[in-house]
Structure formats: C-alpha cells, structure tokens
C-alpha cells in the first residue's frame, strides 16, 4: 500500500506556489543570491518517520529557527529563573531587529528577537567563546540526529554587515545583560544562525520538542518536558515577531521563521514541520512558507486550540456482576483519564452512589492517566471505603502504578 503523505504535501507544495509576492533578504549578501524559487516542506512523526518534498536536499542557514533552540540550551544550562533574569517572555510586537528592550532593566522582551537571542546565546554556559559555539552547533545536532555544521560563507557574508546586531550586543553590555565583551557573544549568536540545514533536519528538530524533548529516533532525552513547554510557550507568543497574534489565530502552531526563508513549527505529541522558500513578506517570514502552514494547520486540523478534544467521560458502562458470591458494582472506565473526565466518574458516584457493599473500577480500557486524574481517583476511592464500601482494581495493564488501592481478583 501507498502512504497518502506524501501526495498530501507535495499537493501542499504545489498549491502554494501561487503565493509569489515577497522578495528574498538582501541585507545579508549571501542570501540575496537565493534562488526564490526553490520550495520544500517536511513533515516528522513522534516516532521519527520524516515525509519530505521538493528541494527536500536543498541546505540553507537557519537564521532565526536557531533562536529557540538556543533559548532551551541555555534554560537547560541556568533553569527558568536564571534565564528569566535576563531575557523576557514578552511578545514585543515588533520587527525581529527592532531595539526592544525593557526600559528600566534593560531587559530584551523576548528570546525570539535579535536582541533577545543574543543574549541568550551569552548565557550559554561555557568557558570561552569557540566553547560556546561549539555547545550550540552540538547541541542542534542531537536536535537533528546528525552532524550539522557552519556555512562559512553565510557566517563571513553576516559578519562583514553585522553592525546592528553589534550594537545589539554593546547596548546589552551596558545595562549588564551580557558579561564581558560583547563582540564574540555577537559573533557566537552570527554562526549559531549560520547553521547549515535541510527541511528534514528541522522537522526532526522539531518533531523532538513535539515528542517532549526526547528525539525520536535515538531515543535520547535532550530537554526536560516542563523547559519543552516554556520554550514552546515562547515559540507560540514571539516566534512570529509582529505577525506572532495573526499567526496564533490562523495557523495556531507554535512556530519560528527565519530570513533564510524558512519556518518551523511544533505540534505538542504530533508532529513536527518545516517549510521553506526564500521569498519573505514585511515581518520576515517567508511568503510560501506562510501559505503552506496555513493549510497544513486547515487540511490536518494542527490548530493548538483545536487539538483539545473535549474528554470523554471516563464510565465506559456500569454493571452488576457477581464476585465470589457477591453481587458488586462495577465501573467500566477507557479512555484518556485527565481532570474532566474523572471529575464526571466522581459526580456519578456522589449523585447516583453504588447500592452494594463490593465496588470494583476496572480501568483495563483506560489508555493514559495524568497525574491529577490518579490523585482524583485515589481519593473518591478512599472515600467509598470511608463510606463502608469494599473496593477493588481490576487494572491489567498496571496504568493506575502504585495506588494503594486493592486489587481485583475479578475478570
Ligand atoms: N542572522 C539574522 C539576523 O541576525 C537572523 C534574523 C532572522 O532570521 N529573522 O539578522
């Protein structure tokens, strides 16, 4: 059998190609000899399949997706808190090399601009520069699941023009947001953007923040779930820059561009997508780029806010059965268990509570089982026992761990 995917984005591919507005980067050299008309997508699973199409082969420097990639390096080096200090979680709404700073601290809004990614990039643990960069480039290799390596022409062509973010980096000096000299900080965050990748290699990357900071091929846990959220989070509020409210509305997938022409976007526990062609509207996203997510999000219902599929109730049935002589209640669950839909298990057992004295909850159809569902379900079931209830589990596949609670020895 053929899979349909691919047919899917190349179809995605293609129809985008009528969105030819734009005009390709030009303030760095290098870039302004793209050829705009190249054009490639990938899609990456959980599991790590990758589906490609187009200029899938097609290596381009990473610019601005590099940013939050960097960001979850140094949250990983300093925590939360001690990137906090720095670099806000504000969406400025303004363009990516606009100043943006906090006006009392000198603080840059958000990670996802320049200013923002530069210091960030200075908060890189490390005990020089070329140490520095070299954490980074590694660090978005195991991202990618292979080598990934600096185009040095992209870098020098950037270096050479590189004035603004320069004065990026001595204005952070000065209110104490980078330590020591700004310049190889500058330099350092020039290279990280200079990354030399494919479409694939940034589905991958993505697919792993999607698959909650674990990559989904090695296997490898690269980020802790809760810095996963925080950078997706920030990804979600600034990656768009001043498209960043049209684009949560729209597309609704945490994504980031760069003026290569590429976007990257990460759909939590789903997917992880890359899209790329060089021609770029007024906020520096690519034009095609912004067209294909639009229908990736449309056609594949990847819309964060869709995604939330109302919970089911957790009683798949209630019987009476007959258990070493005793007639019992019990409460079929399935499903996801999360707040809402033991929350509804708990008001059927207040409102219409069980006549016999033996309760069993056979939860061998329930799939997962969130933390705050387990608490739940521990204490309505302790409070059946309060009530003079005798209770058991009938849980197979062991997805309640170590409740406390009896287990059945019903089937
Ligand atoms: N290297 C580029 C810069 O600093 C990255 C900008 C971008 O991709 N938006 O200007």
Known sequence: MKSPVPGYLSRVLASSSASSGGAVAD???????????????????????????????????????????????????????????????????EAFNEISLEPDTGRPRNPMINAGAIATHGLVSASSPEERLERVVSWYSRFAGRRLDIDEQVARSELGEGHRNLAFGHLLRSFGIIDGDPVPVVEGYIRQCAVSVTVEDLALMAATLANGGVHPRSGERLLDPKLVRHVLSVMMSCGMYDAAGDWLTTVGIPSKSGVSGGIVG???????????????DRHGNSVRGVTMMERLSEDMNLHLMDAARPARSAIRDVRRVEIHGEETTAYVLHGDLVFSSVESLIRRLVEDPPTTRCVVFDVDRVDEVDDVARRMAVEAARSLIDDGHELALADRNGVLGESGLPASTAD
Do not use: C, N
Not at 72 to 84: H, N, Q
Not at 266 to 280: D, E, K, M, N, T
């Open 266 to 280: 990460v759909l939590p526990g789903q997917v992880g997508l890359a899209v790329f062609s060089p021609r770029l």
């Open 27 to 93: 303030y760095i050299p290098e870039l302004a000899g793209a050829d705009p008309d190249h054009a490639a997508i990938a899609l990456a699973t959980v599991d790590g399949t990758v589906y490609a199409q187009g200029d899938a082969d097609l290596a381009f420097s990473i610019q601005s997706m590099s940013k939050p990639f960097t960001y979850a390096l140094a949250l990983s080096d300093r925590g939360i808190d001690g990137v906090g200090e720095r670099v806000g979680v504000e969406p400025s709404g």
